[in-house]
């Protein structure tokens, strides 16, 4: 069977590299393909990436607080280039300390992603939920 493949990359003006390194490592040990666009990613990487490689997911980490305006518009912009319906995650340091992540997490369904991780929450769960969303 063709391995899944799935971008990965950290979004906006975001520098942090270990964790993306980390998640590369463990979806390849899972068999999934990654292609991964580093960090300093903009929204239109991932999109450029995921069609020039006919991608199945993308998933974006945000490391350093404003991964919500960096997220804004990323479904359209996937729309819009013909990515209609490709998963779309994103985790890493998403929330803000004193807004209980209901919220955020519902402004993130809102921007159209599938699935939103929360803080601290290990790859191994999104690697389990893409096995689920692929049916694998
Ligand atoms: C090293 C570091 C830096 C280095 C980065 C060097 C590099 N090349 O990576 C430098 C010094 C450059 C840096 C800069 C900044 N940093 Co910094 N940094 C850290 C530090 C100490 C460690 C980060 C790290 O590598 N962690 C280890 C890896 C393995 O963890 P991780 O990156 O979080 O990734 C894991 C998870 O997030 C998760 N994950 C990630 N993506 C996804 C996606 C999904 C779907 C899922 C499920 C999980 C997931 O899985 C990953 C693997 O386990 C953290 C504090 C900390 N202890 O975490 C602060 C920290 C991340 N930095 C922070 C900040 C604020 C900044 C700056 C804005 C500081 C400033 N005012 O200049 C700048 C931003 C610069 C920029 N443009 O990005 C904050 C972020 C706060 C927040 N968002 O809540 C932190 C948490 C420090 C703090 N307590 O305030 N930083």
Redesign the pocket.
Known sequence: MTKKKIV?G?I????????????HN?LEESGFEVVNIG??SPQIDFINAALETNSDAI?????????ELDCQGIREKCDEYGLKDILL?????????NEEWEKTEKRFKEMGFN?????????E??ISDLKKDFKL
């Open positions: 990965i950290v906006g003006s975001d520098c942090h590299t270990v964790g993306n390194k980390i998640i463990k960090a300093l998933i974006v980490s945000s490391i350093y607080g404003y991964g995650y994103v985790g890493g340091n998403i929330a803000s300390s699935r939103i991780y929360k803080p601290g929450t290990p790859i769960e999104t």
